[in-house]
C-alpha cells in the first residue's frame, strides 16, 4: 500500500496521518481470537484466585474484559502488564502491508522497535485513559532522537465514544521532549503513566482522530497525544506497533520492561 504525497506531507506537518482500509476485519481476526484466547486465560488464573466469581465465558471479544474488571479492577492493568506477544500479533507486527508504509516513513531499513503494548480500554477506567505525553519520555536519555515510528491499530471502530486518540497537530516540529511528570505523585497512586501539563504543550488546539476498524495512525516519537476515556459498554481494543531504522538506540537497553505502559 502506498501512502499519497498528502499523506506523507501530513505526516510531516503534524506528527501523525490517518491511513485509512490497510487491512480488513478477517486479516484482524486471527490477532482477535488471540487476544480473546488471551482473556480467557486471565479469567482462569483470576477465577482460581478467587479474585472474580464467574469466568463469563458467554461474553465475547468486546465485552468478556469489561465484565471481569466490574469483578476485579486490576484486570485490565493486569492483562496490559503481563500479556506475552503471541504469533498473530508478531505476524502482523511483520506483516508485507505494514512494513510497506513503514518504509515510505523511515526508509527500506526497518528494525522492530522493543515497546509494543496492547491497550485493553475497558469502559469508565481512568487506569485505562492515557494522558498528554510523548512516547520518547518514556525512553532512556540518549534514545529520544531514534526515529520510532508507532503504528497505532483499534480492533474497532475507536471513537469519542469508546476513547480514541487526540494529537497536538506540529508539536513533534521542536524535536524536544517537553516537560513530563509523574502522575502518581499528584494523583492516583496506582497509575504508571507520565503526562504533561496543558499549559506546556506548543498549543492548545488538537485533532481528535477516529479511527475505523482496519485503519491506523502513524505517530512519531515526539507527537504529544492522549487517549479519552471509554464511555461505552464495549472494551476499546488496540495495540501500539514501533519501528525504527537499525542500529540507534532502542531507549529500553538493558530495560526488561516492554515498554511505556
Same mark, same amino acid.
Given at each position: 500500500?502506498?501512502?499519497?504525497?498528502?499523506?506523507?506531507?501530513?505526516?510531516?506537518?503534524?506528527?501523525?496521518?490517518?491511513?485509512?482500509?490497510?487491512?480488513?476485519?478477517?486479516?484482524?481476526?486471527?490477532?482477535?481470537?488471540?487476544?480473546?484466547? +488471551? #482473556?480467557?486465560?486471565? *479469567?482462569? /488464573?483470576?477465577?482460581?484466585?478467587?479474585?472474580?466469581?464467574?469466568?463469563?465465558?458467554?461474553? $465475547?471479544?468486546?465485552?468478556?474484559?469489561?465484565?471481569?474488571?466490574?469483578?476485579?479492577?486490576?484486570?485490565?492493568?493486569?492483562?496490559?502488564?503481563?500479556?506475552?506477544?503471541?504469533?498473530?500479533?508478531?505476524?502482523?507486527?511483520?506483516?508485507?502491508?505494514?512494513?510497506?508504509?513503514?518504509?515510505?516513513?523511515?526508509?527500506?531499513?526497518?528494525?522492530?522497535?522493543?515497546?509494543?503494548?496492547?491497550?485493553?480500554?475497558?469502559?469508565?477506567?481512568?487506569?485505562?485513559?492515557?494522558?498528554?505525553?510523548?512516547?520518547?519520555?518514556?525512553?532512556?536519555?540518549?534514545?529520544?532522537?531514534?526515529?520510532?515510528?508507532?503504528?497505532?491499530?483499534?480492533?474497532?471502530?475507536?471513537?469519542?465514544?469508546?476513547?480514541?486518540? +487526540? #494529537?497536538?497537530?506540529? *508539536?513533534? /516540529?521542536?524535536?524536544?521532549?517537553?516537560?513530563?511528570?509523574?502522575?502518581?505523585?499528584?494523583? $492516583?497512586?496506582?497509575?504508571?503513566?507520565?503526562?504533561?501539563?496543558?499549559?506546556?504543550?506548543?498549543?492548545?488546539?488538537?485533532?481528535?482522530?477516529?479511527?475505523?476498524?482496519?485503519?491506523?495512525?502513524?505517530?512519531?516519537?515526539?507527537?504529544?497525544?492522549?487517549?479519552?476515556?471509554?464511555?461505552?459498554?464495549?472494551?476499546?481494543?488496540?495495540?501500539?506497533?514501533?519501528?525504527?531504522?537499525?542500529?540507534?538506540?532502542?531507549?529500553?537497553?538493558?530495560?526488561?520492561?516492554?515498554?511505556?505502559?
Amino acid at each position: 500500500m502506498h501512502l499519497s504525497p498528502e499523506q506523507l506531507d501530513r505526516f510531516r506537518e503534524d506528527g501523525c496521518v490517518l491511513v485509512e482500509n490497510v487491512f480488513t476485519r478477517a486479516e484482524l481476526q486471527p490477532v482477535m481470537d488471540e487476544l480473546d484466547s +488471551q #482473556v480467557g486465560a486471565l *479469567a482462569e /488464573k483470576l477465577f482460581a484466585g478467587g479474585r472474580i466469581q464467574s469466568k463469563h465465558e458467554d461474553k $465475547d471479544f468486546y465485552t468478556r474484559l469489561a465484565a471481569i474488571a466490574e469483578e476485579f479492577e486490576g484486570a485490565a492493568p493486569l492483562f496490559l502488564i503481563d500479556g506475552a506477544m503471541g504469533d498473530r500479533m508478531a505476524e502482523l507486527w511483520s506483516c508485507d502491508k505494514l512494513l510497506d508504509i513503514v518504509e515510505q516513513v523511515i526508509g527500506p531499513d526497518i528494525e522492530g522497535g522493543p515497546v509494543w503494548v496492547v491497550r485493553s480500554k475497558v469502559p469508565n477506567s481512568a487506569l485505562m485513559t492515557v494522558p498528554w505525553h510523548q512516547d520518547n519520555a518514556y525512553w532512556q536519555p540518549g534514545a529520544e532522537e531514534t526515529e520510532m515510528l508507532t503504528a497505532w491499530i483499534p480492533f474497532i471502530d475507536a471513537t469519542r465514544e469508546n476513547g480514541c486518540l +487526540q #494529537v497536538v497537530p506540529g *508539536a513533534h /516540529k521542536a524535536r524536544r521532549c517537553l516537560p513530563h511528570h509523574i502522575e502518581r505523585r499528584v494523583g $492516583d497512586p496506582r497509575s504508571w503513566y507520565l503526562y504533561i501539563n496543558e499549559e506546556d504543550l506548543p498549543s492548545s488546539e488538537f485533532v481528535t482522530y477516529e479511527v475505523p476498524l482496519g485503519s491506523i495512525l502513524l505517530l512519531t516519537q515526539f507527537t504529544a497525544h492522549r487517549s479519552l476515556q471509554n464511555y461505552s459498554h464495549q472494551v476499546r481494543w488496540s495495540v501500539d506497533l514501533r519501528f525504527q531504522p537499525p542500529g540507534e538506540p532502542t531507549g529500553m537497553e538493558g530495560n526488561l520492561l516492554r515498554g511505556p505502559l
